[in-house]
Nanobody, 123 residues
């Protein structure tokens, strides 16, 4: 299987910045897409940003403030969050989609989630 480990959450004042990281490990053959989602108390989980190949996609609420990037050599995705607002407060989850296995003949698809990391924006 594939495991995702997130880091970088915390408490930050409005207008501040945080950088989240998510490292994927396991018998990964390919990582087709990685992304970040968030869930605020009492709300449904929502997409924040995704990256697939060289293509990125952002929720309207975070465009021009957040940047998603990826280090393929490290199987790691990052989310740089700038100009943070109180409404960005949520648990942020990493997601990865791809294939795993000992070799391609024995490969299986995966759609994995991290355990989540808390981001709190408050003065």
């Amino acid at each position: 299987q594939v495991q995702l480990v997130e880091s970088g959450g915390g408490l930050v004042q409005p207008g501040g910045s945080l950088r989240l990281s998510c490292a994927a490990s396991g018998s990964i053959l390919s990582l087709n897409a990685m992304g970040w989602y968030r869930q605020a108390p009492g709300k449904q989980r929502e997409l924040v940003a995704t990256i697939s190949g060289g293509t990125t996609h952002y929720a309207d609420s975070v465009k021009d403030r957040f940047t998603i990037s990826r280090d393929n050599a490290k199987n790691t995705v990052y989310l740089q969050m700038n100009s943070l607002k109180p409404e960005d407060t949520a648990v942020y989850y990493c997601n990865a989609i791809g294939a795993y296995g000992s070799n391609w003949l024995r490969s299986r698809a995966f759609d994995s989630w991290g355990q989540g990391t808390q981001v709190t924006v408050s003065s």
